[in-house]
C-alpha cells in the first residue's frame, strides 16, 4: 500500500536554529514526486518543496532543503535560520501512482512551532 | 491572481442538515479537487475534476456526498444528511495540468461542525 508517515506529531525550535521534520512513505513506483506543503494558522496551504525521485540532487529553496533517501524511501525537511513566520503545519505528501496522476497522498502532519 | 477560494470557511450545523461548500479555483486551472482532513488524520483525496467531468472519485466516502462543477469553473461539495464523522477541514484545490509534477495550489479550507 501507498502510505506517508509522519511521526512527529508537533516540534518546537528557537528562532534562528535548524529543525528537520521528518517523513517516511512506502511505494513501489520508481519515478515519482515528493512534496513538502506548510499551512500556517488560517492561511492557505502553500507548497514549500518538491523533489524528483530520480534525481539524486536534493532540493533546496531558500531555507529550506530535503535530505532524500530514496532507498530507505525517507524525506525529511530542514529548516534553516528559523523565522517566527515559519510556525505552521507541515505536511509531507506524493503522487502515489507515480506519474499518472496528482492525487496526493499526505501524512499525518508535524506542527512546527517557533518561539521567539 | 488570485488563488483558491472557499466559502464558508466556517460551519457549524447539526447532524442531518444539509450543508454545501463552495469552491472557486484559480482561473485557468482546468483541474480541481476536493480533500478532508478529520482531525488528527492525514488529509484524503475525496475527487478530482478535470473542467466539468469527474476524472477520479474514488475517495468519496458514501452517497451522501455530492460534488459538482457546472460549466467547469466553480465546484460545489454537498454533504446531505450530515454526520457526526463528517466533521473536519475540507480543502478545496487546483492546477493548471495534472501530470504529477505540477503545482497544486489549495485553499484555507473549509471548517465543518456537525453537532
Redesign the interface.
Known amino acids: 500500500a501507498q502510505t506517508v508517515t509522519q511521526s512527529q506529531p508537533e516540534m518546537s525550535v528557537q528562532e534562528a536554529e535548524t529543525v528537520t521534520l521528518s517523513c517516511t512513505y512506502d511505494t513501489s513506483e520508481n519515478n515519482y514526486y515528493l512534496f513538502w506543503y506548510k499551512q500556517p494558522p488560517s492561511r492557505q496551504m502553500i507548497l514549500v518543496i518538491r523533489q524528483e525521485a530520480y534525481k539524486q540532487q536534493n532540493a533546496t529553496e531558500n531555507r529550506f532543503s530535503v535530505n532524500f533517501q530514496k532507498a530507505a524511501k525517507s524525506f525529511s525537511l530542514k529548516i534553516s535560520d528559523s523565522q517566527l513566520g515559519d510556525t505552521a503545519m507541515y505536511f509531507c505528501a506524493f503522487p502515489p501512482y507515480g506519474g499518472a496522476t496528482n492525487k496526493l497522498i499526505f501524512g499525518t502532519g508535524t506542527l512546527l512551532a517557533v518561539q521567539p | 491572481e488570485a ?2 477560494t472557499q466559502f464558508p470557511s466556517h460551519s457549524v450545523i447539526e447532524k442531518g442538515q444539509t450543508v454545501t461548500l463552495r469552491c472557486d479555483p484559480i482561473s485557468g486551472h482546468d ?1 480541481l ?1 476536493w ?1 478532508r482532513r478529520v482531525m ?6 475525496l475527487l ?1 475534476f478535470v473542467k466539468e467531468s469527474k476524472q ?1 472519485e474514488s ?1 468519496m466516502p458514501n452517497n451522501r456526498f455530492l460534488a459538482e462543477r457546472t460549466g467547469g469553473t466553480y465546484s460545489t461539495l454537498k454533504v446531505q444528511p450530515a454526520e457526526l464523522e463528517d466533521s473536519g477541514v475540507y ?1 478545496c484545490a487546483s ?1 493548471r495540468d ?12 473549509s471548517w465543518l461542525t456537525v453537532v
Do not use: A, M, R
Open positions: 488563488g483558491v483541474n479537487y480533500y488528527g488524520k492525514e488529509i484524503k483525496f478530482h477520479d475517495g480543502f492546477s495534472w501530470n504529477s509534477g505540477n503545482t497544486i495550489y489549495f485553499g484555507e479550507g
